[in-house]
């Protein structure tokens, strides 16, 4: 009986030994060829599992024909938390960010991983229209009364319009207004009427603009000036900033020899409120080229503006 005891025995040592050795393989990191296919296999289904639920994600995780796989996965990436990040990367690597569709400029979204488009203008409505309406009730108003019922919606459309100088752009603007013209003398055009936005207080300033600039062989539509007077004052503003932009945008829209930029504006965060200064101006300027390098030049630019 201890002899066969311990031939039976012997088996289940073997077995034991067997199943021990099974375990340790199984534990051992997996070749270098198959830890770079499940790498690659990962980032390019990265954007896949992105756009999963956290449901279908955890059912995912639990499946048995799949758990294998995603050990694998994360062994190469060394974490669960290094996993999309390491996706990313290969993914930016190969240039599957996004930016060959444009979105690298792109306003209202950053995640350049999305195979998505901007929204319009008209998309942002409902969200302005009940950031309105919270508004209308903060300030202890009744959004439901008569006279308020559309308000929120008719608030949420003129800011849109306030601030539709976010959609555009100087190429747009221009539209290939630029024209190839023998003339050197000075060209102005003075008190194109402009609005905007204090970015500090949302309230309006107002006011007026004269740009002024001496052409080499290229000269610009004249509407075009006011254009992109538009595009720049119709967004979230300062004064100083504001007749930068133009000056600049006039620069790479014909590369003259110099720009000249006035702006008279009236802020309504000093008339409303505050100092509640109502008669006070705002005059900002910006001189490039030989408008800030010639005196005489910059002379005449003002006598023209002050002209009457």
């Known amino acids: ?118 929204p319009t203008r008209e998309a942002l409505l409902p969200e302005l229209s009940r950031s309105y ?9 009744n959004p439901e009364r008569q006279g308020l019922l559309k308000t929120p919606e008719r608030a949420a459309k003129a800011m849109l319009f306030f601030t539709k100088g976010y959609d555009q752009n100087l190429e747009d603007v221009l539209n290939g207004a630029v024209f190839d013209e023998d003339h050197d003398e000075m060209v102005v055009v003075k008190d194109i009427e402009m609005f905007s936005m204090c970015e500090h207080h949302m309230v309006p300033f107002y006011g007026k603009v004269s740009i002024g600039y001496l052409p080499c062989n290229k000269i610009l539509g004249l509407s075009k000036l006011a254009r992109i007077v538009e595009i720049f004052s119709r967004r979230l503003q300062v004064q100083e900033r504001l007749t930068k932009q133009i000056a600049v945008a006039v620069t790479h829209a014909v590369q003259p020899a110099g720009v000249a930029v006035v702006i008279e504006g009236v802020h309504m965060c000093m008339v409303m ?24 030049t910059r002379e005449e630019f003002l006598n023209l503006v002050t002209s009457k």
């Open 273 to 296: 409120r505050g100092v509640q200064k109502i008669n006070s101006k705002t005059v900002t300027s910006t001189m490039l080229g030989v408008f800030r390098d010639d005196p005489k």
């Open 133 to 141: 309406r919270l508004l209308l009730s903060g300030l202890g108003e």
């Open 1 to 118: 009986m201890k002899q066969l005891s311990e031939t039976v025995g012997q088996p289940q040592q073997n077995g034991i030994a067997i199943a021990t050795s099974t375990q340790q393989q199984q534990q051992q990191p997996p070749p270098l060829a198959l830890q770079r296919h499940c790498a690659e296999d990962l980032a390019s289904n990265g954007e896949q599992k992105q756009q999963q639920t956290p449901q279908q994600q955890q059912q995912l995780m639990q499946s048995p024909t799949n758990k294998s796989g995603l050990q694998l996965a994360l062994t190469v990436n060394g974490s669960i938390g290094s996993s999309s990040s390491s996706s990313s990367n290969f993914l930016a690597q190969n240039g599957k960010n996004g930016s060959e569709n444009g979105h690298e400029h792109c306003t209202f979204h950053h995640d350049l991983e999305l195979d998505h488009k901007p």
